[in-house]
């Protein structure tokens, strides 16, 4: 039969008008790959890519190692560990007259206006370092007293002197001239290495060691009143030992608890990631039924904390009310706290509840790459033990920030300052010299006053210079973390391309695909992960000086700075994970390819804009999944947890008496999820590069026996409507 002479020209006219339209629409995100037979995964024959930036990188990083020595020579973290007495002596050093004397004692703490003075050793007063604290009342002039009836006195007061006296025979005036003993001495207690006085409440009135009124050596008559408010606030940093020691009492007797409970979600993530092999499908029902579970535990346990709470007394206070508390159990005794508790849940269930309604046809999409990746974890399962590699050098370079941080902080020579008693000197405040101060003219211009330690400091070239030296540390520091971060992604990259790129498998999966891509990335790729690390880094810097101008300029800002502000800060956390999306992306091309920085991140953009709805069907719906993973994990471990610390398991085990219980319960709930995020990333990073190959996978092939695609056919099938052709069969 013969066809129309017009009909047949028309009919390929109008099945060729869309292509070309297409193929012009594909070319503004770049040109689709071409088959190519010699291409079997991630190139070999590489060179290597951003030397320049590789060059930069060294350098920086052969100048953070100069910065350490220079903080290591010129700091002294002793300045830490130990108070400081007037004369710049460290209390407590060995091998020093000071060795058994750990304690920094005040002479007259009313001259103190607030503790926070005392504890950055800027009080203008004589401080001493004594081996322990005033257990009792006592001022010189009693002391003199009672030196003729027991000598013992004096030997006990002398202690908390500047210089040993064989007898008291010196007057009052002095003494107080002379600046060697205190007038009187109240009782104390240690903290902070320093004697804070001994605080307490009596029948609902302030005492100092159960008196409220004493003398105070200079014929005055003092009461703890005016004790405490010349330290401004010392109830509350008492307050805070208590809470501090209690803490530790806490953590002292739930360690093996919180160590095993952490081993527990390794293993539990370890398994979770084995099962998905068999039965993703499976697990992640379980996963939405355990997350719908635990979530509703909480909210029947707030229900029954709420309900119990009724009629009970003070529990109707609202959270207003009690204010700021450094209690904690005191909030769970109201019924606004479970109340609030309550109705986040609620709203958490639904939220859970509605995503699973809305995403049930995407999750098919999910289960089948889940499955896909747990194959490709199974043959490359090194890839799990991964994050603990990277986990050891994110602890190297957190370490070393901080040592350098504490370091560059202690850095400095003594600086002693004058301090009049009546604040009526001129030259108060001015720097001066211990040494020779007594024979100077402003001694004897200014009647009483004292050349006393202040601070660290110095005005060489490096002293001036360390606020810029830190801000190179915290540079740096984020610039080493994003690139170890880096590092971890191409590796991963490597090894999953590796697998995806066989065509038979597991047969033509080189062997140690892991160490293989590892040691690619290290040895030619170095320089564009520290580029891609270098921009993260830079707008991370960025955003911690916005943070920094925030809190010193907050007082000074209008509304429309404020919303200035506000708006940039809302750019840079978008920028940022905008970066992170694409960096992840151009590593993967960059562990298949071999290509610098940019253009790895240029086609690895056009390649997901050319798939762009296939991106969107993928990428939130998987990593929904890995979350949930998560937070099963986390609730498993954090509800177990709950019911031991809480002591609601007495049948099966006996929980530790604690303070606060949910000291070790939070330790465990935030460890457990960093550990069971750890293992997932690995999974979300399997997703991610078996995803990239995939799209490429159908740019080069098109399933016929002489271009065959890699992907499995099942997959293939979810994601793409074309229809397989099937791979060739192994002979």
Known sequence: ???????????????????????????????????????????VNRSCTDVLCFIIFILFIIGYIILGLIAWVNGDPRRVAYPTDSQGHF?????????NKSILFYFNLFSCTSPSVMVNLQCPTTQICVSKCPEKFLTYVETQLLYKKDKNSWTYYSQFCKSPFSKSDRTLS???????????????????????????????????????????????????????????????????????TKLFEDYATTWYWILTGLIITMLLSWIFLILLR????????????????????????????????????????????IGIQTDISMYLQLRQTWLAFMIILCILEALVILMLIFLRNRIRISIALLKEGSKAIRYVPTTL?????????????????????????????????????????????????????????????CPGSQCIFAFYGGKSVYHQYIPTLQTFNLFVFLWLINFVFALGQCTLAGAFASYYWALEKPEDIPPYPLFTAFGRAIRYHTGSLAFGSLILALIQMFRIVLEYLDKR???????????????????FWCLEKAVKFLNRNAYVMIAIHGKNFCRSAKDAFNLLIRNVLKVAVMDKVTDFVLILGKMLVTGCIGVLAFLLFTE?????????????????????????????????????????TLFICFCEDLERNDGSTEKPYFITPTLHGILNKKQLVPQKQKE
Request: glycine residues 8%; contains cysteine; neutral net charge.
């Open 648 to 688: 609601r398991l007495p049948i099966l085990i006996e929980g530790p008496s604690l303070n606060y219980y949910w000291v070790p319960l939070l330790t465990v709930v935030i460890g457990s999820y960093l550990i069971a995020h750890g293992f997932f990333s690995v999974y979300a990073m399997c997703i991610d």
């Open 385 to 445: 033990i991964y994050p603990v590699l990277t986990f050891i050098f994110l602890s190297i370079c957190i370490c070393y920030w901080a040592v350098i941080a504490v370091y560059l902080a202690t850095s400095g020579v003594p600086i002693y300052k004058i301090i009049a008693p009546a604040g009526q000197c001129e030259h108060e405040n001015k720097t001066c010299d211990p040494e020779i101060f007594n024979t100077t003219e402003i001694s004897k211009a």
């Open 91 to 99: 209390c407590g050093q060995k091998g020093t007259p000071n060795e």
């Open 278 to 321: 068999f039965t993703a499908g499976f697990l992640f029902w379980v996963f939405m039924s355990g997350v719908i579970g635990v979530i509703g535990y909480g909210i029947w346990h707030c229900y029954k904390e709420y309900n119990n709470l009724r009629g009970q007394e003070n529990s109707h206070l609202t959270i207003y009310d």
């Open 553 to 571: 300029l907050k007082e000074s800002q209008n509304n429309i700075s404020k919303f200035l502000q506000c708006c940039l800060k809302c750019c």
């Open 1 to 43: 039969m013969n066809l129309i002479p017009g009909g047949r020209q028309d009919l390929p006219s109008k099945l060729t008008e869309k292509p070309p339209d297409n193929h012009l629409e594909a070319k503004k995100y770049g040109e689709p790959r071409t088959f190519d037979p010699n291409f079997k995964g991630p190139v």
């Open 174 to 244: 002095q003494i107080l001239m002379d600046d060697n003993c205190p007038a009187a001495i109240f009782p104390s207690k240690p903290f902070l290495q320093r004697c804070f006085p001994d605080f307490s409440t009596k029948n609902g009135t302030l005492t100092v060691g159960n008196k409220t009124m004493f003398e105070d050596g200079k014929g005055k008559t003092r009461n703890a009143g005016e004790l405490r408010a010349a330290a401004n606030h010392i109830n509350k940093i008492l307050d805070a030992k208590s809470l501090g």
